[in-house]
């Protein structure tokens, strides 16, 4: 498919302390007619589903101020400049729940709102990661690290106990690793 | 867990035609200091994974502008004031593919982006619907039906070649149902 879009200008409203950006642009759509186009642009993310060597899955419990209720998922973090989304979410990892080492693999990037989000996950599977101490240093997160198995995770996302798309996608994604 | 976020304020700064609101909160978080707090409001939506009497799953290929490139995805539709999100469902399944019909199952609500978005995808599964005419009213999307497997389907999130966040989630759940 031709790509039936064309921005004739773009304008920055809004610029976020951790980076999100608001973008409004003017386009000329499908339709062949102008008209606004709102895009919200923010670092790529890692997400993270990391086995220890005891074959527990590394959950995080923290609630979510935009949906104002707890939620149970899985460690997501933004890459920073300068760094490849794998060094990111290994940093990502230790910073919050503690656990390091083992061996990683990708498995892919998904968009999380292509309609008017640009930014993706890139997802990694880590196995056998080891315990270690959480340093993390976003005072504004509060985090608590939860352990489980990788079936009672799956039945939790069936039973809409989980409802995080990151962590929905990366269980569906490691299936066929697990 | 107790919700460690106070709100103190709220400013919209953006409210776009398809409803789409930019608020600026401040907020105290965890860590006791007022800081600012990005969020994007927009209406709720319903994912349809829906399978023909034939077997084959109702797909879309459509360009998305934020991300700049095409994909391939289950319907989504948002949900308009005064419908419950299955009558939300079953209208955007109609005027986007022409499907309807068929027996519909909830498989539950999930969050695209709970760092930063309030919106929920409602996620449907629709069984033996019939094909009939689309007759899609947004003249700004540009949308090629396409029939496959779900085993297609599903090899083809595998791959990396279906990479959008509502497609990958009701695949997952799907799962218990096919």
Redesign the interface.
Known sequence: ?K???KQLSRKT??T???G?K?H?DK?I???G?E??????G?KDDATILAITIDNKIVME????????K??L?LPVGGIEEGETPLEGAKRELMEETGYSGGEWVSM???????????A?SNMFLARNVIAGKAENSD????I?VVLMDFGELKQM??D?KI????T??A???AS?YL
Do not use: A, Q
């Open positions: 498919m790509n039936p879009w409203i809004y976020g302390f951790l999100h608001v409004i386009v759509g499908p339709s007619k008209s606004e186009y709102f895009v919200v923010l419990k923290t609630w979510r101020y935009p949906i104002e707890e939620s998922e892919g990037v998904n968009y999380m709102n292509n309609g008017f989000c640009s993706k005072e504004n997160e509060k608590e996302i069936m809409g409802d995080d798309s990151r929905v996608m269980v569906l994604l066929r």
